[in-house]
């Protein structure tokens, strides 16, 4: 949200110095800002974590609060949802989806685009989201349409009935990894059959959330009784639920998956059967790369010597046994390869499905039942992604249990899926650096890319809540919960996990008992007054923003300095330098991080000349209205692997000199000497968050273009936004079959007359 604002911001300046009326720099349509990214888990395991972690996040980013306050004063049509309330992608599926709008006396289909990847959770509810980059939605929110090619729709067949034993993240991240395996890239996708009968709205969302991991533009569910019957337990009012339905139903809009007849044409189907899903995860390194439960163990020893990539961590043989003794707290703990170091209830993916939270619940309760417990090294936290999750727990009473395993609500939003899992302890710090160790973090999120959750976890893996706290109290991934006991208790008793795991019964049960609308209605009536520290914030309400020279926070972007009225042709590219020379499945992660600032990035060097020490750097996420550190901040993460170096590191080599330099250094040396880079990379660039820093970033590093093998849709278009060119070699042709090793010299021929899809030569 901060960057778009941040672009409004700096137009409506352009807008008055080209001498028009900035105020026409304004939102056409309504736009829905909830303040979700920036809260960390700074504090865990204790009572009073969430009112810490909450303080903490207004004394760290008050200037990005006051400014955005401004900004909704500045705006029509935009309505900010204050921190502490939630994550974007749940409150609108419990509280801003509109599924069809009644509009001066017409009627017609809600649809959105959001400025995060993860906005087709909605399509759940049957409301056709997407995301798309904040330069898109920039454009959109200022009335230009979105253009895009007419999107091929792939049918995703469900049947069959789940086994009892099975999650929604199981189904989820089996259909990640066949959709991947399929390609629907640039496609949207729509879940039909009568197995999706079978799913709750909570599971469709679910489902839906994850598209971006499987690469499609949209994952729809059209609206049946079931979605209904959630707006219904969700506080909606009757009124409107008579009209959507008379809406949908009028339209041929409304579907009834057992009714083969209502299927519509696709231009390919595929099939799950729903009783072939395992329990599962999904990593050490992506999302989509899915292990059933039993062979967890097994694939992580795999990995641990396996080839550096994204199934391998080339640990040398006689390193596998490695173990760390450690004081913590005053007694004796060790690690190894594998240990959890964090473990996290997390992310709109799971945290807004009712059945896996409760049967989070259920399973602590059972635990605790059986004496079992979780080493207090082990960093735990609850975030949910709405206060109604955090009401259900305590009225069902399973809070109590969460809390005695150490998963106190530490806050509301993303935090450890999007990177904000805060400090480690000092001691397990000290131990993994010492033995080189690979640990592990287990968080219910959607996304493990390498860098991103902690810098020192390198083996993230994706679960369902009761899967998180499985792992935690095993206190290691290598395990085979089939044949080994989870723990034993106090009594020497060996305890399975079998022993703990609830039942869909149980779980449904409690759920028909303590969801209920009353709880949404008390939640959402007071959802945007109810952070006092908010409220009482004073911002300005000038239309033109005074921008603050010594801010570390909010920069005036350089994006539309010098801007005129005739648009420039775009030019040639001449003599180019590589800038790194990727691989694949290199993720806007890896392009623009939003986790902590190294102490030793570029990022750190230039805070700490404005006077800055390391405790008040905070995230990049927190830094993106400022230019100057994100810029910095651009190819810093600590796992990138650029192929000069063979290594991983945030660096890249100076061609001209041979000197290894960070990124952003070698990028500015380069400016200096006023000549082009561009970006070799392979299959699936930019995969990943939607995050228009990714584009924004190299293009102020002074990348013209980027030529790879394949691109993640989003990102795409964000270079294209930014005026950086996405070239695709021609079919069968790689930078290895080319035989370019990046240390070659480009020439691109850019026509005046550019069309999608054209060929351009380019001169090596």
Excluded at 118 to 130: A, F, Q, Y
Excluded at 489 to 511: C, H, M, Y
Excluded at 691 to 696: F, G, L, P, S, V
């Amino acid at each position: 949200g901060v960057p778009a604002v941040v672009d409004f911001a700096a137009m409506r300046d352009a807008v008055m110095e080209l001498g028009g009326d900035p105020e026409k720099i304004n939102p056409v349509c309504p736009a829905d800002l909830v303040i979700d990214h920036s809260i960390q888990v700074d504090f865990n395991r204790k009572s009073d974590s969430l009112q810490k972690n909450q303080d903490l996040e207004f004394d760290r980013n008050r200037e990005r609060f006051q400014f955005l306050k401004w900004g909704s004063k500045a705006f029509r049509n935009m309505r900010i949802i204050p921190p502490g309330s939630g994550i974007v992608h749940q409150v609108n599926l419990e509280y801003l989806a509109r599924v069809v709008f009644n509009y001066d006396g017409y009627f017609y289909p809600d649809s959105l685009v959001g400025t995060d990847s993860h906005t087709t959770m909605i399509d759940g509810l049957g409301v056709l989201g997407w995301g798309v980059g904040g330069i898109e939605a920039e454009a959109v929110m200022l009335g230009q349409p979105i253009s895009m090619v007419l999107p091929e729709v792939v049918g995703y067949k469900l049947c069959g009935i789940p086994d009892k034993l099975i999650t929604s993240t199981d189904i989820v991240l089996t259909v990640t990894k066949h959709l991947r395996q399929v390609g629907v890239v640039g496609k949207f996708v729509e879940f039909f059959g009568p197995g999706v009968a079978q799913l709750s709205i909570a599971d469709r969302a679910t489902i839906a959330n994850m598209c971006p991991e499987y690469g499609a533009t949209a994952a729809f569910f059209p609206v049946d009784d079931v979605s209904i019957q959630y707006l219904k337990q969700t506080g909606r009012e009757a009124e409107k639920l008579a009209y959507i339905t008379k809406y949908l139903k009028a339209v041929a809009m409304f579907r009834d998956y057992t009714n083969v007849s209502q299927d519509p044409d696709f231009t390919q189907v595929v099939e799950l059967d729903l009783t072939t899903v395992v329990p599962c995860c999904s990593g050490p390194k992506r999302p989509q790369d899915r292990i059933s439960v039993s062979d967890m163990k097994k694939d992580f020893e795999t990995c641990l010597g396996a080839k550096q990539g994204f199934k391998g961590f080339q640990v040398a043989p006689e390193r596998h046994s490695t173990v760390v003794p450690f004081q913590f707290n005053g007694k004796e703990y060790t690690l190894s390869h594998g240990s959890v170091v964090i473990a996290a209830i997390t992310s709109c993916t799971n945290t807004s499905n009712p059945s896996v939270m409760l049967g989070a619940g259920l399973l602590a309760k059972k635990a605790i039942e059986c004496g079992l417990s979780v080493k207090p090294h082990i960093k735990t936290s609850l975030s949910p992604g709405s206060g109604v999750v955090t009401y259900y727990l305590k009225e069902s009473g399973v809070m109590d249990y969460l809390s005695q395993l150490g998963f106190e609500v530490v806050g509301y939003g993303c935090m450890t899926c999007i990177g904000n899992s805060g400090p480690l302890p000092e001691p397990v710090v000290e131990a993994i650096t010492q033995g080189d160790l690979v640990a592990a973090g287990v968080l219910s999120g959607n996304r493990n890319f390498e860098g991103r959750v902690h810098p020192n976890t390198r083996a993230n893996y994706l679960a369902s809540p009761p899967l998180v706290i499985a792992y935690a109290i095993a206190g290691t991934v290598r395990i085979d919960f089939e044949k080994e006991p989870i723990a034993i208790n106090s009594e020497g008793r060996k305890i399975f996990l079998r022993d703990i795991w609830p039942t869909r019964e149980e779980i449904q049960a409690v759920e028909r008992t303590f969801v209920i609308p009353s709880m949404f209605k008390e939640v959402y009536e007071k959802i945007e007054k109810v952070n006092a520290r908010w409220n009482s914030l004073v911002a300005p309400s000038d239309k033109l923003y005074t921008w603050d020279p010594k801010s570390t926070y909010i920069k005036s972007p350089p994006f539309f300095k010098g801007l005129t009225m005739k648009l420039q042709p775009p030019k040639s590219i001449n003599d180019a330098y590589v800038l790194l020379n990727l691989g694949d499945s290199v993720t806007t992660d890896h392009i623009s991080p939003a986790g902590n600032i190294a102490r030793n990035s570029s990022a750190a060097r230039y805070l700490n000349n404005k006077g800055l020490t390391p405790r008040d750097y905070n995230s990049y996420g927190s830094r993106r209205g400022n230019d100057a550190v994100m810029a910095r901040g651009t190819f810093a993460n600590i796992r990138l692997f650029n192929k000069f170096l063979n290594k991983q590191a945030p660096q890249t080599i100076h061609l001209p000199t041979g000197e290894t330099l960070d990124v952003f250094d070698a990028a500015e040396r380069y400016q200096q000497s006023g000549v082009p880079l561009l970006v070799l990379a392979g299959k699936e660039y930019g995969s990943g968050s939607s995050r228009d820093w990714a584009a924004k970033g190299p293009f102020l590093l002074g990348i013209k273009a980027v030529v790879a093998e394949s691109y993640e849709r989003i990102h795409r278009s964000n270079l294209v936004g930014m005026g950086v060119i996405p070239l695709e070699y021609l079919p069968g042709d790689t930078a290895d079959s080319l035989g370019l090793t990046g240390r070659e010299r480009y020439t691109i021929i850019i026509p005046e007359q550019l069309t999608p899809r054209m060929t351009v030569d380019v001169k090596v």
